[in-house]
């Protein structure tokens, strides 16, 4: 009989492994405890690392190690396994079957059943079996298919089967009719024409479009919002001057353009005047001085003290005015409920019969005025019918105030439209030829006034300069050189 490899050769077990019954496979295996403790500082890394070697780890660390190592190629422990998994026995070597000699087809035979050194090195010779893949087992909505598979089992029974069948059995009884493809005989003959003639059916679908359209490669332009294609004021875009404006106007026209103009400046003037007034400081004897300031600031602190300087009155009004609490015990407070005392059972029948009672009374009243209003049937037609025409009224009153706000400018920002200066020239001013005539102004103020007037554009004022740092005056050194 023969022992298996036991890993140590001929060595004799430690005391340790013949009493726990763990036999070690490395030959490096020894007791921890039989080794000497070695000494040195334990305050510095070097104490750490050795303190991570003291007997008591590396015999754990060693003990897992050698139960891995049996598990790995013996696929559990040896003193576990059972005799006939670790003897065998030996009958000796066939001295036959070596001395028998081998022809080369027999030695190229055995060297191609050989597997590589590489392929060796990468087998797998672990006898742990592997981890069972649970992710391998799983289906999704495992649980949902399941119900629907017994749903179908059941619909089975009574002699209904899914969608899908139900098509599928109908295309088997009723099968599609086949598609011929269409062959070079059945094609449809066109007619020949002119690629670049004027008339060629390529050309029919662009005829009446926009150049536009035809400009940009017969690209499909963007779909325009109906407000688009609406004014948004019905003011002309450009309005004709007065009469009093031409270059040679009547006396008449002339004067009523200068009269408009002067109307024009009157209500400006009214306007500054006012801000004026209202900004204005206020008379020498209505001007605040320091001892109206300083009344005005104490009104409403000094009332409580108004009466405490005058003699006798306080003594006139007797115990009351001088005792507080007696007042209060006199007048109950107003903000504090008076204490109520407990109703009879009595009391509470009456209030609840007295609820009823005018809750009955006002029902009986309610249909009383339901049935007299069926008298008033003619009175309420009149009374519904001026309503209407109340309405139809106000509805053509804000019909005409649109039409008559159409041609106005409205409120698009935060400023309002301010109509732009009448050009006019005084009667001394005007010239008797063309040579002469002195030009009235400005045609792009003139445009832009005109896109405010017809709501195009957002009245708008020219952007206030704003310095961002301060204005420094520095003297120079050849100016202070210069003496007068």
């Given at each position: 009989?023969?022992a298996?490899?036991?890993?140590?050769?001929?060595?004799?077990?430690?005391?340790?492994?013949t009493?726990?019954?763990?036999?070690?496979?490395?030959?490096?295996?020894?007791?921890?405890?039989?080794?000497?403790r070695?000494?040195?500082?334990?305050?510095?890394?070097?104490?750490?690392?050795?303190?991570?070697?003291?007997?008591?780890?590396?015999?754990?660390?060693?003990?897992?190690?050698?139960?891995?190592?049996?598990?790995?190629?013996?696929?559990?422990l040896i003193s576990?396994?059972?005799?006939?998994?670790?003897?065998?026995?030996?009958?000796?070597?066939?001295?036959?079957?070596?001395?028998?000699?081998?022809?080369?087809?027999?030695?190229r035979?055995?060297?191609?059943?050989?597997?590589?050194?590489?392929?060796?090195?990468?087998?797998?010779?672990?006898?742990?079996?592997?981890?069972?893949?649970?992710?391998?087992?799983?289906?999704?909505?495992?649980r949902?298919?399941?119900?629907?598979?017994?749903l179908?089992?059941?619909?089975?029974k009574?002699?209904?089967?899914p969608?899908e069948?139900?098509?599928?059995?109908a295309?088997l009884?009723?099968?599609?009719?086949?598609?011929?493809?269409?062959?070079?005989?059945d094609?449809?003959?066109?007619?020949?024409?002119?690629?670049?003639?004027k008339?060629?059916?390529l050309?029919?679908p662009?005829?009446?479009?926009d150049?536009?359209?035809l400009?940009?490669?017969?690209?499909?332009?963007?779909?325009?919002?109906?407000?688009l294609?609406?004014?948004?004021?019905?003011?002309?875009?450009?309005?004709?001057?007065?009469?009093?404006?031409?270059?040679?106007?009547?006396?008449?026209?002339?004067?009523?353009?200068?009269?408009?103009?002067?109307?024009?400046?009157?209500?400006?003037?009214?306007?500054a005047?006012?801000?004026?007034?209202?900004?204005?400081?206020p008379?020498s004897?209505?001007?605040?001085?320091?001892?109206?300031?300083?009344?005005?600031?104490?009104?409403?602190?000094?009332?409580?003290?108004d009466?405490e300087?005058?003699?006798?009155?306080?003594?006139?009004?007797?115990?009351?005015?001088g005792d507080?609490a007696?007042r209060?015990?006199?007048?109950?407070?107003?903000?504090?409920p008076?204490?109520?005392e407990?109703?009879?059972?009595q009391?509470?029948?009456r209030?609840?019969?007295a609820r009823?009672?005018?809750?009955?009374?006002?029902?009986?009243?309610?249909a009383?005025?339901?049935h007299?209003?069926?008298?008033?049937?003619?009175?309420i037609k009149?009374q519904?019918?001026?309503?209407?025409?109340?309405?139809?009224?106000?509805?053509?009153?804000?019909?005409?105030?649109?039409l008559?706000?159409a041609?106005?400018p409205?409120?698009l920002?935060?400023?309002?439209?301010?109509?732009p200066?009448?050009?006019?020239?005084?009667?001394?001013?005007?010239?008797?030829s063309l040579r002469?005539l002195?030009?009235?102004?400005?045609?792009?103020?003139d445009r832009?006034?005109?896109?405010q007037?017809?709501?195009?554009?957002?009245?708008?004022?020219?952007a206030?300069?704003k310095?961002?740092?301060?204005?420094?005056l520095?003297?120079?050194?050849?100016?202070?050189e210069?003496q007068l």
């Amino acid at each position: 009989m023969a022992a298996g490899s036991n890993g140590g050769g001929g060595r004799q077990c430690s005391k340790s492994e013949t009493d726990t019954g763990f036999l070690g496979l490395r030959p490096t295996s020894v007791d921890p405890a039989l080794r000497r403790r070695r000494r040195g500082p334990r305050n510095k890394k070097r104490g750490w690392r050795r303190l991570a070697q003291e007997p008591l780890g590396l015999e754990v660390d060693q003990f897992l190690e050698d139960v891995r190592l049996q598990e790995r190629t013996s696929g559990g422990l040896i003193s576990e396994a059972p005799d006939e998994k670790l003897f065998f026995v030996d009958t000796g070597f066939k001295d036959k079957e070596l001395n028998k000699k081998r022809t080369k087809g027999q030695k190229r035979s055995l060297l191609l059943k050989k597997p590589l050194r590489s392929d060796l090195i990468l087998e797998n010779t672990s006898k742990v079996p592997a981890p069972k893949d649970i992710l391998a087992h799983q289906v999704p909505n495992a649980r949902k298919l399941k119900r629907k598979e017994q749903l179908w089992e059941r619909l089975a029974k009574q002699g209904k089967l899914p969608g899908e069948v139900r098509r599928a059995q109908a295309r088997l009884l009723n099968p599609p009719a086949a598609r011929a493809k269409p062959g070079p005989q059945d094609t449809v003959q066109r007619p020949f024409y002119d690629l670049w003639a004027k008339g060629n059916p390529l050309d029919q679908p662009l005829e009446g479009q926009d150049e536009f359209f035809l400009e940009q490669t017969k690209k499909k332009g963007m779909k325009r919002p109906q407000h688009l294609h609406t004014k948004p004021s019905q003011a002309p875009a450009v309005e004709v001057t007065p009469a009093g404006a031409s270059y040679n106007p009547t006396f008449e026209d002339h004067q009523n353009l200068l009269w408009a103009a002067h109307e024009v400046e009157l209500q400006r003037e009214k306007a500054a005047e006012k801000l004026e007034r209202q900004l204005a400081l206020p008379a020498s004897e209505q001007a605040a001085t320091q001892e109206s300031a300083f009344r005005e600031m104490c009104q409403g602190l000094l009332e409580e003290s108004d009466g405490e300087g005058e003699p006798g009155e306080g003594q006139d009004e007797g115990p009351e005015a001088g005792d507080p609490a007696a007042r209060g015990e006199a007048s109950p407070a107003p903000g504090r409920p008076a204490a109520l005392e407990k109703k009879t059972e009595q009391q509470r029948r009456r209030e609840k019969a007295a609820r009823m009672l005018r809750t009955q009374q006002a029902a009986v009243r309610a249909a009383r005025l339901r049935h007299q209003e069926l008298f008033r049937l003619r009175g309420i037609k009149a009374q519904v019918a001026r309503r209407l025409a109340e309405l139809a009224r106000r509805r053509e009153q804000r019909k005409a105030k649109r039409l008559a706000e159409a041609d106005k400018p409205r409120r698009l920002g935060r400023l309002k439209y301010q109509d732009p200066d009448i050009d006019v020239q005084l009667s001394s001013e005007l010239s008797d030829s063309l040579r002469t005539l002195k030009p009235e102004g400005n045609i792009l103020r003139d445009r832009f006034k005109s896109f405010q007037r017809r709501n195009l554009i957002e009245p708008r004022e020219r952007a206030k300069f704003k310095r961002k740092y301060k204005v420094k005056l520095v003297e120079k050194r050849a100016f202070r050189e210069i003496q007068l």
